[in-house]
């Protein structure tokens, strides 16, 4: 996957741009990122916030080992599955956005 890709992925399936990066952030505090995807010129980074505010690097991965899954179109190579809770992070965030649109 290309960063483009991977970037129309992520705001496709709840993540919003804070700060440049595609981000996910908890429910009750919409605008500030708990977790984000650093996309860099030749790879991709995963990191989340830690309560002290630092970023820390969980999962990244170079552009060429990054493809979508086949079922559900999540870029395997990264860890996104693997993250607990991320998921449920993710259909959180996608659940305010199609809330938040009507």
Do not use: H
């Not at 992520?10 to 700060?19: N, P, Q, R, V």
């Not at 969980?58 to 179109?73: E, H, L, N, T």
């Amino acid at each position: 996957m290309t960063k483009e890709e991977l970037t129309t992925w992520a705001l496709a399936s709840g993540w919003k741009m804070i700060g440049g990066c595609p981000s996910l952030c908890k429910p009750s505090r919409p605008g500030e990122a708990i977790v984000r995807l650093v996309l860099k010129a030749t790879v991709a980074n995963v990191e989340i916030r830690k309560p002290a505010g630092r970023w820390e690097k969980v999962s990244g991965a170079s552009y060429a080992a990054i493809a979508p899954d086949a079922d559900s179109g999540v870029p395997r190579g990264l860890g996104l599955v693997s993250i607990q809770g991320l998921s449920r992070l993710m259909q959180d965030n996608r659940d305010s956005m199609v809330f938040a649109a009507r």
